[in-house]
């Protein structure tokens, strides 16, 4: 066991949180803006069913980027590598999450990583259902699955207010309209994408979403394989090269374990083969993962030898 008790995630939670004074709270989507800069709080998943935490793990967040690994994994089960990677690409692109940049220079414009935004466009337009709702349906109960917590659902204002404010989003969707990667309407694509980042849960199902990715795809408390090892391997690999944004490459040098960070302040983490982590923090750097989350981790990884590589 790399963390014994709350107690010692606690002094670990307090030097942390020292740090959230350098951050921001990320307000380009307004219902976000309400957070409270000096939360931080984090669970720890194990495979044994042990659980520890520290801070406010009640509190409810939103997913936002930290969905991207699952409707990626819920794309790949649904129509296999071959014709997903034929859409997006499996290369980290060193730009903001964002960015419109590289689609423009690159031919076909076909959209770098899964992980940035214009790659989880791609992804969610993916997602196989009829209608909105349906589609939007089949990706919770799948996140319901994987959390192991079929009361997870997702937060109407957020999504409303993200899907009122996203014009950089739909400028990416037009563009990858404009060159036949996506053919569908833009503002249903927005209205699945909005609510998919607006899945909410505590840290704990965080947590336990983290350690399923990281058990290869099997949750060792229900013995159900999840999704299958070759995603979760994919899932993994696409968190350590492309998880934390353009940070990803220090990330790894530095903390060494698979993560995806949201713009709501959460990571999720996926120890390989030992355990899963759910943190919250709201206030953000400037690449826009949450400073006192990456603090708390590089502090676990350093005192209990985390790094798989
Ligand atoms: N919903 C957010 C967006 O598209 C997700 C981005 C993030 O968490 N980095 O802007």
Known sequence: MPCQSSEELKALVEEARKCTKNGRVADYIPALGKANPNEL?????????????????????TLQSISKVISLALVLMDRGPDYVFERV?????????????????????KPLNPMINAGALVVTHMIKGNTVEERFQRLLSFVQEMA?????????????????????????????????????????????????????????????????????????LTGKQVLPTDIARICKTFMVTCGMYNASGEFAIEIGIPAKSGVSGGIMGAVPG??????FGPALDEKGNSIAGIKLLELLSKNYKLSMF
Request: glycine share 8%; proline share 4%; charged share 25%.
């Open 89 to 109: 690409g499996m290369e980290p692109t060193g730009d903001p999450f964002n960015s419109i940049a590289k689609l423009e220079t690159t031919t076909p414009a």
């Open 148 to 220: 192991n917590d079929s009361t997870v659902s997702y937060c109407e204002e957020v999504a409303r207010s993200e899907f009122e404010t996203a014009n950089l989003n739909r400028a990416l969707c037009y563009f990858l309209k404009e060159h036949k990667i996506i053919n569908e309407d833009v503002e249903q694509l927005l209205d699945l994408y909005t609510k998919q980042c607006a899945i909410e849960m505590n840290c704990l199902s965080l947590a336990r979403i983290g350690m399923v990715i990281g058990m290869d795809g099997v949750d060792p």
């Open 274 to 279: 030992r355990f899963g982590i759910g943190i």
């Open 41 to 61: 709080s984090i669970a720890i998943y194990y495979p044994d069913g042990r659980c520890i935490s520290a801070g406010d793990i009640e509190e409810k967040i």
